[in-house]
């Protein structure tokens, strides 16, 4: 039987992403979990990746750039990302907090070691 992992808080500590954003880590082997804090202004380029992405924002409204359309994702919304769907995501005047689930777990936080 596989053993369940605890993070307590003091764990979970901050690393840096692109500039102005900070995140966590924690993974298992299917499936991981990101937490982020984003400063104003800060944006994450263009990208693909294979694991499909659910972010849900806690904090302040993350933008969401698809080709031409934009879609601005509140506090307490959800937005969902198929696998290998190129987009953009960026700040505008609020700092923001959110959480990510993926499936599968993405290869560079895992490597990172953020999930120890």
Same mark, same amino acid.
């Given at each position: 039987m596989e053993k369940m992992c605890y993070y307590p808080k003091e764990k979970l500590l901050l690393h840096d992403d692109v500039p102005g954003a900070k995140q966590w880590a924690v993974s298992l082997e299917q499936t991981m979990?990101?937490?982020?804090e984003i400063e104003p202004n800060c944006r994450f380029d263009s990208h693909t990746h294979a694991s499909e992405q659910i972010t849900m +924002?806690?904090?302040?409204?993350?933008?969401?750039?698809?080709?031409?359309?934009?879609?601005? !994702?509140?506090?307490?919304?959800?937005? #969902?990302?198929?696998?290998?769907?190129?987009?953009? +995501?960026f700040t505008r005047e609020d700092v923001v907090r959110a959480v990510d689930a993926w499936?599968? !777990?993405?290869?560079?936080?895992r490597t #990172?070691?953020?999930d120890k």
């Open positions: 979990l990101t937490y982020f +924002v806690i904090e302040g409204i993350l933008y969401f750039e698809q080709g031409e359309k934009i879609t601005g !994702v509140k506090a307490g919304e959800v937005i #969902a990302i198929p696998s290998n769907a190129p987009h953009a +995501v499936s599968p !777990v993405m290869d560079k936080y #990172a070691g953020h």
